[in-house]
């Protein structure tokens, strides 16, 4: 039997963050209950084409999934459960903004069978939070960490680094800070400029302005550094965790397994009839929840992804990852060869300088190959 992992979208938020790109969207009031029944029938409609699947995890995204009734949440985890075979110790994790009014909700998630809480807490500077549109305090975000470590076996926060006007100083204290209040994982993100969001424009017009690319790498080194003191260690470019911690969902992702995306604007990868499937959901929640209501599913297209297709998404997920990727899996996945799929030319070179480690089973980053891996992968994959 094929295993799954599954993400569902929650694509309600309080405020639009001037960073964001994700697919989150602003409502006075959220239709709960339509969104509720929505995601129900999609998950089902899925579930009746895929067939039993080992069911690995289960991830509520957005957006802002603390927004969710815990009744909503309930109720799709008691669905999945029941139309796919969990494994024993199910991952089951839920995204959360740390304001009050969703911290209180955590004994709720909790009761509805969340076992693992992911805070974007991103800063525990009050200026910092305010810049990046925030809606809470830094003394919100420690209150719901503590309240997160208290209901939940496994705990995981985000940060985000390479801000306007960020010194390597005031980075290692505030990440000395988040250490003593992290539990088992931390993702550590780089700011960056996506196009079409508020920072985009205020990036064009020189409003804002991000360190330099060295400062930016001695932030990205200091990470793994300060990370490393409290035995976090990265699994991945940028996500540090306790051996045996690390985010099995995730994993699902960079090991290039499948998983099912239910919800407005949400993909997936999944095997059918030999075939992997990019799978895809209309954007917009409302003619979303529409095509839901009237025909089971808010599918847009499922693209039948070629040989090449799989193995550049292998090559760009697998290498992110320390252990890299597993040479016999990736043939086995995709088709091709390691050597069929990248250039091999650059391949040598790139072992030559240390960015890659190649040998008879894996193909895998080092650390100074982990840090230029955008343009490492640019001129590798073909």
């Known amino acids: 039997m094929e295993t799954l992992a599954l993400y569902i979208h929650w694509p309600f938020c309080l405020a639009k963050c001037p960073y964001c790109d994700f697919n989150s969207h602003v409502r006075a009031r959220i239709p709960q209950a339509r969104f509720r029944a929505a995601l129900q029938r999609e998950l089902a409609w899925e579930a009746a084409r895929l067939g039993r699947r080992h069911l690995t995890s289960i991830f509520f995204g957005g957006g802002t999934p603390s927004l969710m009734e815990p009744e ?13 075979d969990p494994i024993p110790a199910l991952e089951i994790t839920l995204e959360a903004n740390p304001t ?47 309240t997160g470590r208290r209901i939940f076996p496994r705990l995981s926060f985000d940060l985000i680094y390479a801000r306007p006007s960020q010194t390597l100083a005031g980075w290692r204290a505030e990440l000395r800070q988040a250490l003593t209040l992290a539990a088992d994982h931390l993702s550590l993100y780089q700011l960056t400029i996506e196009p079409g969001t508020a920072y985009e424009a205020l990036h064009r017009h020189g409003k804002i ?21 409290f035995g976090l260690l990265p699994y991945e470019v940028s996500n540090y965790a306790r051996k045996g911690a690390e985010s099995r969902h995730n994993l699902a992702y960079w090991r290039y ?53 799989r193995a550049r998404e292998m090559l760009l997920m697998g290498l992110r990852l320390t252990e890299g990727i597993d040479i016999a899996r990736f043939a086995a996945r995709t088709g091709l060869s390691l050597d069929a799929a990248l250039d091999t030319d650059i391949l040598a070179r790139a072992v030559a300088e240390d960015y890659l480690i190649h040998s008879a089973s894996t193909l895998r980053a080092t650390p100074a190959g982990r840090l230029r891996l955008d343009a490492l992968l640019g001129a590798l994959v073909r």
């Open 257 to 309: 397994a499948d998983y099912a995306g239910i919800g407005p604007g949400a993909h997936g990868r999944i095997t059918l009839d030999g075939k992997l499937l990019a799978t895809r959901r209309h954007r917009a929640p409302e003619p979303w929840a529409e095509l839901v209501e009237h025909q089971g599913h808010g599918s847009t297209a499922d693209e039948n992804l070629s040989a090449e297709d």
């Open 72 to 84: 909503t949440v309930a109720a799709l985890i008691d669905d999945a459960t029941k139309l796919f």
């Open 209 to 229: 302005l991000l360190p330099d690319p060295d400062l930016a790498a001695d932030l990205y080194e200091a990470t793994g550094e300060e990370a490393g003191k």
């Open 100 to 146: 009050s009014v969703e911290a209180g909700r955590f004994a709720g998630f909790h009761a509805a069978g969340v076992n693992r809480v992911s805070i974007g807490v991103q800063s525990l500077d009050d200026a910092t939070l305010r810049g990046l549109g925030r809606e809470h305090s830094a003394a919100q975000a420690i209150a719901a960490l503590e």
